[in-house]
């Protein structure tokens, strides 16, 4: 298992596509960046088990290669953006649950679970990856472009992620100020699972509420203060569509 650091922004399209061409970003290469296109599908029982238990479960296809991830949210706001994260590189494109009895879907019966699942929604993405460095930290900027599908209905997706990879959490935001700055983007609090999962209940345009904030006896007054101000702009950015 793996814990996943993650900052997203919305940005627009033409600006994240000229991203990845900024002299200065350039400069900060620690290897070829890479174009590929990533196509996901996310799947869950028909009432939505995973989605009420704060887990996701997709199989992605990158190239010929089908990798499964299935990832938990934290619970409450508690912070920088982290996810637990297992994932494996599997044979075909239906998920394979023999691998997950040691992740966050073990809470459930797998077996009446494989029979239950069903694909709910499905992202085609064209994806740019740019691995940076700097100051010791260890970066991946996705600059992602394309769509969310539920049956029918269709959203378009134009992110920057910024996860770190090996480093300090802070550095992602340093990075997020400079690229929104440069590309308009502004903080971006669905991750693709929550948008497909809106998308295909019709709740885009319904209002977001507050999670419980999470505080512990340990913390500094400066630590439950960013815990605080990071709840509150998570509250405020999920509710903006509303404005």
Request: glycine share 6%; hydrophobic share 40%; aromatic share 6%.
């Amino acid at each position: 298992m793996a814990h996943e650091i993650e900052l997203k922004l919305d940005a627009p399209a033409k600006a994240a596509a000229r991203l990845p061409k900024t002299p200065w970003l350039e400069k900060l290469l620690s290897a070829p960046l890479q174009r590929k296109r990533v196509a996901s599908v996310y799947f869950d029982t028909p009432s939505g088990k995973l989605r009420a238990a704060g887990i996701s479960l997709r199989v992605r296809r990158v190239g010929d290669k089908y990798v499964q991830t299935v990832k938990r949210d934290p619970k409450g706001a508690c912070g920088a953006f982290t996810r637990q994260e297992w994932e494996w590189e599997i044979a075909g494109e239906e998920p394979d649950l023999d691998l997950a009895k040691d992740t966050a879907l073990a809470q459930f019966n797998l077996k009446k679970l494989r029979r239950k699942l069903r694909p709910i929604f499905e992202t085609d993405i064209e994806r740019v990856a740019i691995p940076i460095k700097h100051d010791n930290n260890e970066l991946e900027l996705a600059v992602d472009r394309g769509e969310v599908r539920a049956g029918r209905r269709s959203e378009p997706i134009s992110e920057i992620e910024i996860e770190v990879k090996d480093g300090e959490p802070v550095e992602a935001v340093r990075f997020a100020r400079r690229i929104a700055t440069e590309t308009l983007a502004t903080y971006g609090p669905k991750t693709k699972a929550e948008r497909g999962y809106a998308l295909r209940a019709g709740e885009k345009h319904r209002p977001a509420f507050g999670k419980d904030i999470i505080l512990r006896f340990a913390m500094t007054a400066g630590q439950a203060f960013q815990i605080i101000g990071f709840s509150c702009l998570h509250h405020f950015a999920a509710n903006q569509e509303l404005c």
